[in-house]
């Protein structure tokens, strides 16, 4: 064991993990026994983030999130287990114990991250030598400057099938490694070959400075355009936001959000170093949890063409609930924001970002060009949708700026405006508030298991509920465990998911062992450490009985037979008699 239960308890003593996860969202009802919050880890309008002092734990009903301060930390910094321990330690004022010893997961994310440096470093030389002639030609096509290219660490990856394989293997790493680590591939005859080949090479750097992942884009028309890094060890694609290292630290809480690496290095290079891009998929949760954490204001610099358009409006959709505001540019006079800077300036390019709509400009241009405002019926269309987006408002000021807009723009009476404004905001309002109520209701009574990671809930509905009552109870009142001996074994589950927690947290129990949340964190992955915080989240609400979990042992009883119960319909005639003359007294 790496840290002694006794270490991690004290530690867990002295984190207060309301006032931890406080730093990153705002908690409502503070000090109560069970502060909720806006969760930090998905985009929520009510909140179902629960923090539960008690345990130290912390739930989201929304998402399925989970754990203890260590698991918050993990998933929140993007941190391995021991940084997230290490990092806890130093809020608090806790020694580490000792340099812990590495296990197996973190020394294989450590050999990644040397592989992949190795790897920049490989294609960095690749591009100055003579094969990466073309590839500089290319650059120099771009207007790319030699500090821009050294700035992002580009690189050229040659045109020959083992080059980075050979040059890393003579570093010592095995061919499975690097496999692994999507350097390498397998071919379909065994052998193996170079991820990359003859590929202008964007290295994606992480937040604290690591190499975690590569996008290579072709030099001539041949596809697939870009080819990014799988999922690996040290990587998650949906996590990810290109360019963020440098644009944290350049920013006066505005980023601009761009297509693609190139259009970030050329804003980049034009002195706009606060541009980032997502890594080629579309735009996650994730991501928009990242940035919110580094700005307050996001522009969508998206190309002007079609698959711009659809792009704009798919990121607008998604960051309809975040917490930052958003304003959308207009391209005129160029696709791209590297095109314009080229040929126009990056004057120009300071003016587009300055008259950037916002998001409500953004909406109803989009309405306006739906209709024809020149006939009435256009006209009216316009301004029922119009009204729609305005009732959406928060700040009044800004409301009542928009409803003169419009009212001038229309020729509709300001005031008559205003009333179905105000009818569109109560209707709203009611809507919300039903929402916030369900919601409300949901938390309490059953928690939205919508998220169970458990395969067999749908099916064993009944007996996962008493499944979960049980394991529930176990862990708030260990000695249960002794006091159902007679009664209660793993034979009386019913979901093997259930089972195999039930095995876990009763040998523990036997040995003695603690059952806090932060002990489980060493070996427990995200999702163990979500569903022991839901368990614990549910034993919150537990009566606290033992006739309880009797009840619950003999809902499994009757749910197990009817899960053992032969399939009458589809058994052959000898079977069915078979089963006729077992049953007869
Ligand atoms: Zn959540």
Redesign the pocket.
């Known amino acids: 064991m790496r840290f002694s239960d006794e270490f991690l308890t004290e530690l867990r003593s002295r984190v207060d993990i309301e006032e931890l996860v406080g730093r990153y969202t705002e908690i409502r009802h503070r000090g109560s026994r069970t502060p909720v919050a806006l969760?930090?880890?998905?985009t929520?309008k009510t909140p179902?983030?629960v923090i539960y002092r008690e345990n130290q734990s912390y739930y989201?009903?929304?998402?399925?999130?989970g754990g203890d301060a260590i698991t918050f930390v993990k998933n929140i910094e993007r941190l391995d287990y021991v940084e997230a321990v290490r990092y806890l330690c130093e809020r608090v004022g806790m020694n580490m114990p000792m340099d812990p010893v590495d296990d197996q997961y973190n020394k294989l994310r450590r050999r990644c991250f040397e592989a992949n440096r190795e790897a920049a470093k490989f294609f960095y030389s690749r591009l100055l030598s003579e094969e990466g002639a073309p590839a500089r030609e290319y650059l120099k096509k771009r207007r790319l400057t030699d500090e821009t290219v050294k700035h992002f660490g580009l690189g050229y990856a040659p045109d020959r099938w083992d080059s980075l394989l050979k040059y890393l293997r003579s570093k010592g790493y095995r061919d499975d490694e690097l496999v692994s680590f999507d350097l390498a591939r397998k071919t379909s005859r065994g052998g193996t070959i170079d991820a990359f080949r003859n590929r202008l090479m964007f290295p994606i750097i992480d937040l604290r400075g690591n190499v975690i992942a590569f996008g290579g884009r072709v030099l001539d028309d041949s596809k697939p355009k870009y080819l990014n890094t799988s999922d690996t060890v040290v990587y998650k694609k949906s996590q990810g936001v290109y360019a963020l290292n440098f644009a944290k630290n350049n920013n006066d809480g505005r980023l601009i959000l761009c297509e693609g690496y190139m259009d970030v290095i050329a804003m980049h290079q034009a002195g706009f170093t606060n541009a980032v891009a997502g890594l080629g998929t579309a735009f996650t949760q994730e991501q928009i949890s990242l940035l919110s954490r580094y700005c307050t204001e996001l522009t969508l610099c998206f190309d002007s063409d079609e698959a711009g358009v659809k792009a704009t409006n798919r990121a607008l959709k998604m960051l309809e609930h975040a917490p930052m505001k958003l304003r959308v540019m207009h391209l005129d006079g160029g696709k791209d924001p590297d095109e314009i800077i080229k040929t126009q300036g990056k004057e120009r390019m300071d003016q587009i970002i300055g008259s950037a709509m916002n998001d409500t400009e953004f909406a109803l241009d989009r309405i306006r060009k739906k209709y024809d405002t020149a006939t009435e019926d256009g006209k009216l269309n316009y301004m029922n949708e119009a009204v729609e987006v305005l009732a959406e408002i928060g700040n009044e000021i800004e409301r009542d700026l928009y409803t003169s807009r419009l009212a001038s723009e229309t020729g509709i009476e300001k005031q008559a405006l205003e009333a179905q404004i105000s009818k569109a905001r109560r209707a709203r309002g009611r809507k919300q508030k039903q929402k916030e109520f369900e919601n409300a209701l949901e938390i309490v009574r059953e928690g939205s298991d919508v998220k169970s990671p458990n395969p067999q809930k749908r099916q064993f509905r009944r007996a996962c509920a008493a499944e979960e009552i049980i394991l529930a109870s176990l862990l708030k009142h260990p000695d249960y465990l002794r006091k159902l001996k007679d009664k209660l074994s793993e034979d009386v589950f019913v979901t093997d998911y259930n089972k195999r927690y039930f095995r876990d947290l009763s040998s523990r129990i036997r040995e003695g062992r603690s059952l806090d949340l932060s002990v489980f964190n060493e070996t427990g992955d995200n999702e163990e450490m979500a569903y022991l915080s839901y368990l614990l989240a549910k034993g919150d609400s537990l009566a606290d009985s033992l006739t309880e979990c009797e009840q619950c042992i003999q809902t499994l009883l009757s749910e197990k037979t009817k899960a053992d119960a032969p399939n009458v319909g589809k058994m052959s005639n000898d079977e069915f008699r078979a089963l006729f003359r077992k049953n007869k007294p």
């Open positions: 969760c930090p880890f998905h929520e179902s983030f989201c009903f929304g998402c399925g999130a």
